[in-house]
T-cell receptor, first 113, second 116 residues
Framework: GDSVTQMEGPVTLSEEAFLTINCTYTATGYPSLFWYVQYPGEGLQLLLKATKADDKGSNKGFEATYRKETTSFHLEKGSVQVSDSAVYFCALSSSNTGNQFYFGTGTSLTVIP | GAGVSQSPRYKVAKRGQDVALRCDPISGHVSLFWYQQALGQGPEFLTYFQNEAQLDKSGLPSDRFFAERPEGSVSTLKIQRTQQEDSAVYLC??????????????FGPGTRLTVT
């Protein structure tokens, strides 16, 4: 069945470092891909999305490109800030899954000054 | 109202008790979802409503789990005869469209259920 495999954490970076969180997926159809973020004490929020191959989602300096050939949707940011400390979830949804979203296990990021 | 709200935020139940978890979606949102999030895991789909119709309940782990949305707005997730393995955070999300694949799901803060 459809699934998402996400890089395990926790990840600790210094401020202004480059961030990559890996995400790969398995899907029988043509999924839409998402990154959600959960800040401490808050609910999940959509960070960015891509709905077809080669699309690039971007928001708040974060980017992820939908790569069908490698079945990946890696999250990147060129210069992280302390305020980016959160848990990041990769997710997919496709016509084969109906209205279900499949989430990865989450990657905890801590950015230190 | 701002976002999705859930109540209670925390619930402790003794094994065997029944619990009811409430979700108030964003006004006017057609779609409503329930997820279960175990500690250290990502959310797992439980069930989906479009207005008052429960279109998908394939993720409900057993017949002890029951969800309803009788007027197409507020939803209640009920767990009967709770077991320790039911301990998790239960998340509710709503979406404004009937086709949520391409639209944002807005999540509530969750209800943390602990079964002792």
């Amino acid at each position: 069945g459809d699934s998402v495999t996400q890089m395990e954490g926790p990840v600790t970076l210094s401020e202004e470092a480059f961030l990559t969180i890996n995400c790969t997926y398995t899907a029988t159809g043509y999924p839409s891909l998402f990154w959600y973020v959960q800040y401490p004490g808050e609910g999940l929020q959509l960070l960015l999305k891509a709905t077809k191959a080669d699309d690039k989602g971007s928001n708040k300096g974060f980017e992820a490109t939908y790569r069908k050939e490698t079945t990946s949707f890696h999250l990147e940011k060129g210069s992280v800030q302390v305020s980016d400390s959160a848990v990041y979830f990769c997710a997919l949804s496709s016509s084969n899954t109906g209205n279900q979203f499949y989430f990865g296990t989450g990657t905890s990021l801590t950015v230190i000054p | 109202g701002a976002g999705v709200s859930q109540s209670p935020r925390y619930k402790v139940a003794k094994r065997g008790q029944d619990v009811a978890l409430r979700c108030d979606p964003i006004s006017g949102h057609v779609s409503l979802f329930w997820y279960q999030q175990a500690l250290g895991q990502g959310p797992e789909f439980l069930t989906y409503f479009q207005n008052e119709a429960q279109l998908d309940k394939s993720g409900l782990p057993s017949d002890r789990f029951f969800a309803e949305r009788p007027e197409g707005s507020v939803s209640t997730l009920k767990i009967q005869r709770t077991q320790q393995e039911d301990s998790a955070v239960y998340l509710c999300a709503s979406s404004r469209n009937r086709e949520p694949l391409f639209y944002e799901q807005y999540f509530g803060p969750g209800t943390r259920l602990t079964v002792t």
